[in-house]
């Protein structure tokens, strides 16, 4: 059992269902879940597994290294990956039969040099940037790296098997972004059909589209975030709109309790002062763990919100490094080694990643995959074992 005094309990089978959940809804389109981030927070091979058994088909990450965890946890199920600068280990990469993005003319060549070094057929999938500006290949320089990569396909060192993008503005439906992005990415899938690519999957939509722009769906979905039951698009609607149950509840050991007089002050820079006689309470778990210090709590208003003992309170004070503070109230009866939720599925009436997104002025993304490594993961519920045959 871990000495921490904080925790971050993993429901399996909350992640199970939404895979389900997105699977449904994407249908006929297969589901890749990306679990890039460690899992967005949650744990990479369990997530992973979780993901599968719920209906999911393929899982996606960022990281070479993450795709290489996932095979050597015994994961066989389709994988793509798709960051990585010059010089990285593709050859591992193709020789683990993981997919690839190619986003440059650089990372073909390197692709196509990893192929030769393994003597394997390398599965790559052309990014193209349709509007986001970000990695992908421009629309204008399509037509040669396509031709380059059917070149190399004709020779057997790589097999071009998708093209993919990524939207600017899917967390808002009705953007002329995304209608514009549509029409990029169309053009640049008949391009690729008509210079001879038989495409295995077409994909563009990431958890947003997903839920709110059928049109998107093509051969395969991207879900992320989603996955772990948290809403894209909170303006529209939260998990349970969506049929989503929120996976991950953080949670922590009240370490110390004191009283104290009025005019006490509280953390860092004395930014809260107690208005009246009361209780503290010392939360072991700071912005070293991923609580952010922007949901800080000042005079004028409570920062993140916890629950305890049935409450809804909030930090008191700055978040310091390793702990914050609480003040439970002059009548608070806790004492240390009390449980502090600071957030969950919302279902007991506890905060949500979302509510801590609010506080901090941020997106429940990055609630969620901030969590630092040193606060243990607890896993309930199951992963299931689900047998996926890579392609």
């Known amino acids: 059992m871990s000495a921490y005094p904080a925790r971050a309990v993993i429901d399996l089978d909350a992640i199970r269902g939404n895979a389900a959940e997105l699977a449904a809804r994407a249908a006929p389109a297969a589901v890749m879940a990306v679990v890039k981030a460690d899992g967005y927070g949650h744990g990479l091979v369990p997530s992973a597994r979780a993901a599968l058994a719920g209906g999911a088909t393929w899982l996606g990450v960022a990281q070479l290294e993450e ?22 280990p593709l050859d591992q990469v193709v020789a683990a039969g993981i997919d690839v993005s190619v986003a440059a003319g650089w990372a073909l060549l390197e692709v196509l040099d990893a192929a030769r070094a393994v003597g394997r057929t390398a599965r790559i999938h052309i990014k193209v940037d349709t509007g986001l500006g970000r990695s992908g290949v421009m629309p204008r320089e399509l037509g040669p790296l396509l031709d380059a990569a059917l070149g190399a396909q004709a020779e057997g060192l790589c097999s071009v098997v998708g093209v993919w993008s990524h939207l600017a503005w899917a967390d808002a439906p009705d953007h002329p972004t995304v209608l514009g992005q549509i029409g990029v990415f169309d053009e640049a899938v008949a391009l690729a059909e008509r210079k001879g690519a038989r495409l295995e999957v077409r994909h563009l939509a990431n958890s947003a589209a997903t839920l709110t722009n059928p049109s998107m769906r093509y051969d395969l979905v991207r879900p992320g975030l989603a996955v772990f039951g948290l809403s894209p698009v909170p303006q529209i609607g939260g998990p349970a709109a969506f049929g989503l149950t929120p996976a991950m509840r953080l949670e922590a050991d009240l370490a110390v309790v004191k009283s104290v007089e009025a005019g006490q002050g509280v953390s860092y820079a004395h930014v809260y ?58 009548e608070a009866d ?24 609010q506080a901090a002025g941020t997106i429940s993304y990055e609630i969620v995959t901030r969590i630092g490594s040193r606060v ?14 890579a392609r």
């Open 273 to 330: 002062t107690t208005p009246a006689a009361t209780v503290l309470g010392v939360v072991p778990i700071g912005y070293a763990d991923g609580v952010p210090r922007h949901a800080s709590g000042t005079a004028d208003r409570w920062g993140g919100p916890v629950q305890v003992g049935g409450r809804r309170l909030g930090v008191a004070g700055r978040v310091c490094m390793d702990q914050f503070v609480l003040d439970l109230g002059h």
């Open 334 to 357: 806790e004492v240390a080694g009390d449980r502090v939720v600071l957030f969950g599925s919302g279902a007991d009436g506890e905060p949500t990643a979302e509510d801590w997104a």
């Open 67 to 88: 795709a290489l965890a996932l095979r050597s946890a015994g994961i066989d199920a389709p994988i793509l990956t798709w960051l990585y600068a010059p010089g990285a």
């Open 376 to 389: 243990p993961r607890v896993y309930v519920g199951s992963a299931g074992d689900r047998p996926v045959t």
